[in-house]
């Protein structure tokens, strides 16, 4: 079965400053890579997804992710990051491209310092 | 655009008592619906997918159950809630690629 681990359960970040999550999967084929984000108390937003094709790809609210074959990694990256960007920040795959669920990982919340 | 509903937004209810979570989608047909629970400082397990009317898959064996009566309403439910129910609970419907799109939720605690 496919697993997700996102190693960084807390990240501190000052606000300006790049940022980067990681995300990586365990799974023997390419799987549908997605990373969502969780204010608190609300549903998920989609910020960006990868099927296939460039491996570099661009999402909502500057946002953009790099898919890496070899090391089986997906990670979320922003060049300038907003107080508003806290939350937290989930990165899930799914299989095959079919009707099977997602499976997420543990999350990183995200901590913006003034 | 599509819009997907789910309501109550917070519910809490005593241990025993049953349960019925509503999900309806707008602006989409035949959608892919799914089931998630968000425990407290955990991540999002999937309990329930169906692809259509009557066709309910279950991923994990529980206290819950879910159905489709309708092309665009998921219904969670229980009959009688236990403690460890409690979480946040989100419905979703799916995209072309599978991209899926989450409701607001709705904050469950069993007391």
């Known amino acids: 079965a496919q697993s997700v681990t996102q190693p960084d359960i807390h990240i501190t970040v000052s606000e300006g400053a790049s940022l980067e999550l990681r995300c990586n999967y365990s799974y023997g084929a390419t799987p549908y890579l997605f990373w969502y984000v969780q204010s608190p108390g609300q549903g998920l937003q989609l910020l960006l997804k990868?099927?296939?094709?460039?491996?570099l790809v661009q999402g909502i609210k500057g946002f953009e992710a790099e898919f890496k074959r070899s090391q089986s990694s997906f990670n979320l990256r922003k060049p300038s990051v907003h107080w508003s960007d806290a939350a937290e920040y989930f990165c899930a795959v799914q299989v095959g491209g079919g009707a099977d669920g997602l499976t997420f990982g543990k999350g990183t919340h995200l901590i913006i310092q003034p | 655009s599509q819009t997907i509903h789910q309501w109550p937004a917070t519910l809490v209810q005593p241990v025993g008592s049953p349960l019925s979570l509503e999900c309806t989608v707008e602006?989409?047909?035949?959608?892919?619906l799914y089931w998630y629970r968000q425990a407290a400082g955990r991540g999002l397990q999937l309990l329930f997918y169906s692809v259509g009317i009557g066709q309910i898959s279950s991923e994990v064996p529980q206290n819950l159950s879910a159905s489709r009566p309708q092309d665009r309403q998921f219904i969670l439910s229980s009959k009688k809630l236990l403690l460890s129910d409690s979480g946040f609970y989100l419905c979703?419907?799916?995209?072309?690629?599978?991209?899926?799109?989450f409701g607001p939720g709705t904050r469950l605690t069993v007391l």
């Open positions: 979703a419907w799916a995209g072309s690629y599978n991209e899926q799109f």
């Open positions: 602006g989409t047909s035949n959608p892919n």
């Open positions: 990868y099927f296939s094709g460039d491996t």
